[in-house]
């Protein structure tokens, strides 16, 4: 079994930072890439990072291209998401996802619960 536990969502004005964790145990911690992804109320599941465990290379979604960081400790069970200039769009329920890599949630086959960003304007 593997698990994933967000942590670090929240209120934020516009313009503002957050720093969402996510930490892995069990399973997880073989796969492939870490990503985020982000829902809202009726639409797709929309891919935000994703980092690959062992090169460390990073891939980002091209609404937050620029402001979001993502990146691991040296363990790589520990993922973050450095997410700067927030826009309310960026409003959302953020998740952490363990799988293959890819801009696809199918890709992936452990999430976190999710954690709420909501961001004022």
């Known amino acids: 079994q593997g698990q994933l536990v967000e942590s670090g969502g929240g209120l934020v004005q516009a313009g503002g930072s957050l720093r969402l964790s996510c930490a892995a145990s069990g399973r997880t911690l073989s796969w492939y890439a870490m990503a985020w992804f982000r829902q809202t109320p009726g639409k797709e599941r929309e891919f935000v990072a994703r980092i690959f465990r062992t090169s460390g290379r990073t891939v980002y979604g091209d609404a937050v291209q620029g402001r979001f960081a993502i990146s691991g400790n040296n363990a790589m069970n520990t993922v973050y998401l450095q997410m700067n200039s927030l826009k309310p769009e960026d409003t959302a329920v953020y998740y952490c996802?363990?799988?293959?890599?890819?801009?696809?949630?199918?890709?992936?086959?452990?999430w976190g619960q999710g954690t709420q960003v909501t961001v004022s304007s």
């Open positions: 996802a363990a799988g293959r890599g890819g801009a696809a949630p199918p890709n992936y086959d452990y």
